[in-house]
């Protein structure tokens, strides 16, 4: 099992590349 850390620390670069790619998305 992984460690909280590295589950919050993947879902937060997780979120800032969905927000990059809409960002980009949306020009």
């Known amino acids: 099992m992984r460690s909280t850390k590295q589950i919050g620390l993947f879902a937060l670069m997780s979120e ?10 949306d020009g």
């Open 16 to 25: 800032e590349a969905v927000g990059k790619g809409v960002r980009r998305f």
